[in-house]
T-cell receptor, first 112, second 113 residues
């Protein structure tokens, strides 16, 4: 059974800092991996999607990498801003049963 | 705006009542699913559908019913609400190719008293 772990569970940084969020998964047979952002009381907003054949994806200040063989993905946020404060979730898509398996998220707080 | 629309946003039910959570998408996605999100448990799959007329159970299906009569709509029915069903419910959709990622609705916050 696929298990997704996100470390740390919570992170507090000063504004302007570069930071890395980690996601690990136990079964490397995945179709893709997706990073989401969730603001308090809100839905999930897709940030980046990495196909299993890709090593990384970039969008603005965000960069996500994928190492399928080691079961790891990282989300790099450059020059963090208070508006980046949210919970970040990673989810792996194994296809087949069309099921996303989520980590429990990392709650990020960026202090002004 | 294209996307996944969920209604209602908030709902309070009494134990034993039934209700339907609505989900609609206008992106012609074949795949739709329902998740519940609980503190400390993350998001868990309730039911999913790979196309009109086809549904299947996820990880936590008990107490919920679904049907998929059209590509656009995937309602979730609570048959007899219980306090354990107090949660935030999210609907998601994607193309069945699994190559383009998932789009989520804004959620329904349900409280059962």
């Amino acid at each position: 059974k696929q298990e997704v772990t996100q470390i740390p569970a919570a992170l507090s940084v000063p504004e302007g800092e570069n930071l890395v969020l980690n996601c690990s998964f136990t079964d490397s047979a995945i179709y893709n991996l997706q990073w989401f952002r969730q603001d308090p009381g809100k839905g999930l907003t897709s940030l980046l999607l990495i196909q299993s054949s890709q090593r990384e994806q970039t969008s603005g200040r965000l960069n996500a990498s994928l190492d399928k063989s080691s079961g790891r993905s990282t989300l790099y946020i450059a020059a963090s801003q208070p508006g980046d404060s949210a919970t970040y979730l990673c989810a792996v898509d194994q296809g087949g049963s069309e099921k996303l398996v989520f980590g429990k998220g990392t709650k990020l707080t960026v202090n002004p | 705006n294209a996307g996944v629309t969920q209604t209602p946003k908030f709902q309070v039910l009494k134990t034993g009542q039934s209700m339907t959570l609505q989900c609609a998408q206008d992106m012609n996605h074949e795949y739709m699913s329902w998740y519940r999100q609980d503190p400390g448990m993350g998001l868990r799959l309730i039911h999913y559908s790979v196309g009109a007329g086809i549904t299947d159970q996820g990880e936590v299906p008990n107490g919920y019913n679904v049907s998929r009569s059209t590509t656009e709509d995937f309602p979730l029915r609570l048959l007899s609400a219980a306090p354990s069903q107090t949660s935030v419910y999210f609907c998601a959709s994607s193309y069945s190719s699994t190559s383009r990622g998932y789009t989520f609705g804004s959620g329904t916050r349900l409280t059962v008293v």
